[in-house]
């Protein structure tokens, strides 16, 4: 009975020991789920505290109107072209020479003065034909000067015949004219009968029939024989021999083709061994004493340009060189490709005071159409329209706590180069604030945010003291960049 107490008091100790045990453990639980709940809240807090701090940061930089001063701008109307260096004139070599190249004395690049030898020609063959012409020529002529001579000699005789036979009808004439007279005088006395004066009439007027027949067929044996002397010697001046042979010693004076001019070799069309041709250039010389740049020219633009404007050359071969030029000859003739323009079009020729460019070197040319100098310029898109049709743009009034009040600024308006427009009178001034207000939401005496930090100020991440910089608003960002201060 005592044991049985004695375990029963014992187990009821192991019990209310146990209790205890589980009571201390739950405690140290709870503290460490309040702990972490503690930690949770403060981490979330200060999550949100943070992330409403850069909201409002960015919503500050988002509600911002980009704004700048109005400056003046080099609005001079100028044409860009493209060309290439070229001498000053080209000057295709040709010989008449029809034989061999034997000899090729300059190649491309190589600089020639006037007088030059640039190559030779074979002018043995050429010789042996003027030879073989000359000697044929020769026994011509001697034929012809005795065909020449015997007509001469026709002619002469032709016209002694004549002054024979006409003083033989003359004679005859005379000797009628006699008897008809002393018949006459035999009839009145009444010697001679009437028939026998009748035949001595006749007889008088047959002689001088005969005298005019003479004549003429005397003038046409004169006439015949000094044809055939005119013929003779038309032959012989018309000769298609002599014509050939003074080809032919043309042809031999060509067979050393020299430089017509100085210049640098550009082209050379022939090697040693080929057959020349007529016509057929041999090789081309440019002139470089002086240069020109022959540039193309858009169908849009040749008719602004003038002769006589000036222009600024630049090529990559002289860095950032400006050269003066000026155009010199404006081609309003559409060129094709085949004419070696790439894409045709037209052209023109522009003067370069420059000896050092090189000929076949690129170039540009900014060609002055009409020199403005700096002006008050705005982007065309800041121009408005009222309903009236009057142009203005808005410009910012700072005010001290940081905002900014549109104002509208009547202008008028010159003409519009690439993305400005010249303002050529109105109430804006150089250095007004102009509101960039791409989308039309800011109006006259609406109170906004502006953007007024400066390119390249502030600190290293492009931001000056919270405020964004300048051009760092696109036009498809400020449609949600107005913010209206009440």
Request: glycine share 8%; net charge negative; hydrophobic share 35%.
């Amino acid at each position: 009975m005592r044991n049985k107490e004695k375990f029963d008091d014992r187990l009821e100790a192991g019990a209310s020991g146990t209790k205890s045990v589980v009571v201390k453990s739950g405690k140290k639980k709870k503290k460490v789920w309040i702990i972490l709940l503690i930690l949770l809240v403060v981490i979330v807090a200060v999550v949100m505290f943070l992330a409403k701090k850069m909201t409002k940061q960015v919503e500050t930089v988002s509600n911002q109107t980009e704004v700048l001063p109005i400056e003046k701008r080099d609005m001079s109307d100028t044409i860009s072209l493209k060309g290439s260096i070229s001498g000053i004139s080209k000057v295709n070599v040709t010989s008449r020479a029809q034989s061999e190249i034997t000899s090729m004395n300059v190649q491309v690049g190589d600089e020639v003065k006037a007088g030059d030898l640039l190559c030779t020609l074979d002018s043995v063959s050429i010789e042996e034909r003027i030879a073989e012409l000359e000697k044929s020529i020769s026994n011509s002529n001697a034929v012809t000067n005795i065909n020449n001579k015997q007509a001469s000699d026709a002619v002469a005789q032709a016209k002694k015949d004549q002054k024979k036979s006409l003083d033989e009808a003359q004679t005859e004439i005379n000797h009628a004219q006699e008897n008809f007279e002393g018949t006459q005088i035999l009839y009145n006395q009444g010697e001679a009968d009437f028939p026998t004066l009748l035949a001595a009439q006749r007889a008088l007027e047959t002689a001088k029939k005969n005298y005019e027949n003479v004549l003429e067929s005397t003038n046409r044996a004169i006439e015949s024989a000094q044809d055939a002397l005119r013929l003779g010697r038309y032959q012989d001046s018309d000769s298609t021999q002599k014509d050939t042979l003074k080809d032919l010693r043309e042809q031999l004076e060509d067979c050393e083709v020299k430089a017509p001019c100085g210049g640098v070799v550009t082209a050379v069309n022939v090697s040693v061994g080929d057959v020349n041709a007529e016509k057929v250039t041999i090789l081309t010389i440019e002139d470089t004493s002086s240069l020109k740049l022959v540039a193309s020219v858009t169908e849009s633009d040749i008719l602004k340009i003038q002769e006589g404007m000036k222009a600024v050359i630049t090529a990559d071969a002289t860095g950032e060189e400006e050269i003066e030029g000026e155009i010199t000859r404006v081609v309003r003739v559409k060129a094709s490709p085949a004419d070696g323009q790439a894409g045709g079009g037209y052209s023109v020729e522009l003067s370069v005071k420059n000896k050092e460019l090189l000929v076949g070197m690129d170039a540009k040319a900014k060609v002055m159409i009409e020199d403005r100098g700096n002006v008050l310029a705005v982007p065309y898109d800041m121009i408005r329209y009222d309903e009236e049709g009057n142009t203005y743009v808005l410009t910012a009034t700072l005010n001290d706590d940081g905002t900014a009040t549109a104002v509208r600024k009547d202008i008028t308006v010159g003409d519009e180069i690439d993305y400005y427009t010249e303002v050529t009178g109105g109430d804006v001034n150089e250095g007004d604030l102009l509101v960039y207000d791409y989308t039309g939401t800011i109006m006259d005496g609406q109170i906004f945010s502006p953007a007024t930090g400066m390119p390249g100020g502030g600190t290293d991440d492009g931001m000056s003291d919270g405020v964004m910089p300048v051009g760092s608003i696109s036009s498809d960002t400020v449609a949600s960049n107005v913010e209206v201060v009440n």
